[in-house]
């Protein structure tokens, strides 16, 4: 008999140990720590607010093109190559990205990673209807931008010429549209804000002293 209700009662220990671990284990499922919080968070590129490099690049008609042509403009600069299988899956959301806010002062500028240069890259536009800018890069400029580590990589640029955020591959197309939305509805430094004075002067940045020059 004894030993029946010793039986009993490391039983009933052991139960009443087993349910208050589960309660504390479903506790920490409803309430996330702080570092699941920071792995939601989205994080801040470490060029954010530094200058787009002063590179000069030859669009597809030979001409030759410079930051300060895009003055004033969100750019979205996007590092590709004919053969990148992801490169072409984004494609069509810069070109509709181009039509939808081009005349909310978006540029999408599309540079070209390809060896082969123009043979290839004129007749693989021509096939996908890329209707925004396309420039032929090279090993300098990937180099500018901090090195291209992959293609594709993606750059969205403030009105002010300053980078915002960067993407290495494919990401989504909402993520790249939301981004796209939020610089939009930034003015350049200097405009002038409905309903107030204008903003303080920018530091000088490489639209600018590209176009002094």
Not at 66 to 82: G, I, Q
Request: with cysteine.
């Amino acid at each position: 008999m004894g030993r029946f209700l010793l039986a009993v009662g490391l039983f009933l220990a052991m139960l009443a140990v087993g349910l208050t671990i589960y309660q504390r284990e479903r506790q920490a499922q409803q309430k996330p720590g702080p570092a699941v919080a920071q792995a939601v968070a989205a994080p801040v590129p470490a060029l954010r607010g530094k200058p787009v490099p002063n590179f000069e690049l030859t669009n597809l008609q030979g001409a030759k093109v410079h930051p300060s042509d895009f003055k004033d403009k969100v750019l979205l600069v996007n590092f590709w190559a004919t053969w990148c299988s992801p490169c072409i899956v984004e494609i069509p959301w810069f070109i509709e990205f181009q039509q939808k806010y081009g005349p909310k002062g978006l540029q999408v500028v599309g540079i070209s990673m390809d060896d082969t240069g123009l043979k290839d890259v004129v007749p693989f536009v021509k096939k996908h209807n890329m209707s925004y800018t396309i420039l032929m890069g090279d090993e300098k400029v990937a180099e500018q931008f901090g090195g291209i580590l992959g293609l594709p990589t993606t750059f969205l640029v403030d009105r002010d010429g300053k980078f915002y955020q960067m993407h290495r591959g494919l990401v989504s197309r909402e993520r790249v549209e939301e981004e796209l939305l939020a610089l939009l509805g930034k003015p350049a430094s200097g405009e002038a804000v409905a309903g107030g004075e204008p903003s303080a002067p920018p530091e000088e940045n490489l639209f600018e002293s590209a176009k002094k020059k």
